[in-house]
């Protein structure tokens, strides 16, 4: 089966991202939308508009029946689900394929086994794939995970087997902590993902996180190197770079050879990212999860690799083998990306919908942003804050941080608040410049450096 049409059931950046990649591969793209994205630019570049509900996500973009059915009417051949929402439930994968059309993206089969954070922790030790310690398997009481605890040590993390996002997750330093904690994560990870199942994986300290981008057609599987997203706030990404900094050669190698084990021994399909702990004193890295999807972060490595990941996922749901050997894939220079939210970062990161009354965009050749808006558009209140992503590429790090820093005033969001300062401090930041950084960097930053910049702010 070839593909003649998309549908893409999603909405903001990723759907205004796909549309672009479907269409420079000739084909019709249809965008489904809510009530409150009647006039959004996903809606407004697509060929067709299917409307498929409410607001609520549960009864739009979390609808598989209404999904299914705006499909089956407009014609679609397959359905791209983008990132979040649908996009790694494999009820959804199946019932795309059940109603005769291509879902972009693995089996039912693989997002149910990597989906499963504990599986997916089992088929990496079975591939070789070095793992966090931890339990083998699920977690029955708070009592069995202070007994693995105290195996393995303190401080450790209750996570959640369904679960991503930074949701379902506790750290747990002592004991006595256990029964609350375990209550809390499992009725948080019950009402996040509809399962309550957790386990344990031992913290570990001052890590950095760094995964690698995948692609396989079911036969063949290659790496697009890797990416580091170590810069988070509350387990989120806020800055992702490509490829990650001060990665010895060697340890280079031995990850992305694992990820691609991993992907071979699921017989993977699509795009996706297997993701990382890096201890960088010892070198040493331990598998996090898989996410069986497109990433928000994709575009730094379509920047580093000139491989548009996209479309590769496009014509492989077409049937097409790999477009791209190992051997042809090569790091030329560097990227990073920045998450610009519709968030006050001087006031707690607080959400920040309404109309955008000015857009100026940089225009550089290396620069790209990747974004919902257009002049006069009234974000809404319902989704999550994310406005679009400042990609900026340099032969060097220290050349990409110079360009980003340039891209940052240049770009102009006029009529709500952004993280836009956020990010023009971090690309300015000493401890950021020489890669000191880890995975609650971030928070202590905000706590001392931005908090301090904000009190300038009140002063002046």
């Not at 397959?78 to 996009?87: D, E, I, K, R, S």
Request: aromatic share 6%.
């Amino acid at each position: 089966m070839t593909i003649g049409s998309v549908l893409i059931a999603n909405r903001g950046e990723i759907a205004v991202r796909i549309n672009s990649a479907a269409k420079a591969l000739g084909l019709r793209t249809i965008q489904v939308h809510s009530t409150a994205d009647t006039d959004s630019l996903a809606v407004r570049l697509a060929d067709e508009a299917v409307p498929i509900g409410p607001p609520a996500a549960k009864k739009s973009y979390l609808n598989i029946p209404a999904i299914i059915e705006a499909a089956k009417t407009a014609g679609a051949d397959a359905v791209h689900p983008g990132y979040g929402f649908l996009a790694e439930n494999a009820d959804f994968a199946d019932a795309v394929v059940a109603a005769g059309m291509r879902f972009v993206g693995p089996s039912g089969t693989a997002i149910r086994l990597l989906g499963d954070k504990v599986a997916a922790r089992e088929a990496a030790r079975k591939a070789g794939v070095p793992t966090v310690p931890g339990s083998d398997g699920r977690i029955s009481s708070a009592a069995d995970a202070a007994n693995i605890a105290d195996e393995i040590g303190f401080p450790v993390m209750i996570k959640a087997a369904a679960g991503g996002g930074g949701r379902g997750i506790r750290i747990i330093k002592e004991r006595s902590e256990f029964e609350r904690q375990f209550l809390q994560a499992a009725a948080e990870a019950e009402a996040a993902f509809g399962d309550g199942g957790l386990y344990v994986e031992k913290v570990i300290e001052r890590a950095r996180h760094v995964e690698v981008q995948i692609l396989g057609d079911g036969k063949n599987f290659v790496h697009c190197f890797e990416r580091e997203c170590s810069l988070q706030r509350r387990r989120q990404k806020v800055w992702e770079e490509a490829p990650a900094f001060r990665l010895p050669p060697e340890v280079r190698d031995r990850l992305c050879a694992s990820a691609v084990e991993l992907a071979r021994s699921v017989g993977y399909v699509g795009a996706g990212t297997v993701e990382y702990l890096y201890d960088e004193d010892a070198q040493a890295f331990y598998f996090i999860e898989v996410n069986t999807r497109i990433q928000v972060e994709h575009p730094v490595t379509e920047m580093i690799t000139g491989i548009d990941l996209v479309q590769e996922m496009l014509k492989i749901a077409g049937g097409a083998p790999l477009s791209v050997r190992q051997e042809d894939i090569a790091i030329s220079g560097h990227a990073i990306e920045c998450r610009i939210n519709a968030e006050d970062p001087f006031k707690d990161f607080q959400p920040w919908p309404g109309k955008v009354e000015g857009l100026t965009v940089p225009e550089a050749a290396h620069v790209r942003f990747d974004t919902l808006l257009y002049e006069g558009y009234t974000v809404p209140p319902f989704y999550d804050s994310l406005l679009g992503k400042l990609i900026v590429h340099g032969e060097t790090r220290e050349q990409c941080l110079s360009r980003l820093g340039e891209a940052l005033g240049e770009l102009e969001i006029r009529g709500i608040p952004t993280t836009v300062p956020l990010h023009t401090a971090l690309a300015a930041d000493p401890d950021v410049a020489s890669g000191r950084i880890h995975t609650r960097f971030l928070e202590g930053w905000l706590e001392t450096r931005f908090a301090a910049r904000d009190s300038e702010k009140e002063v002046a």
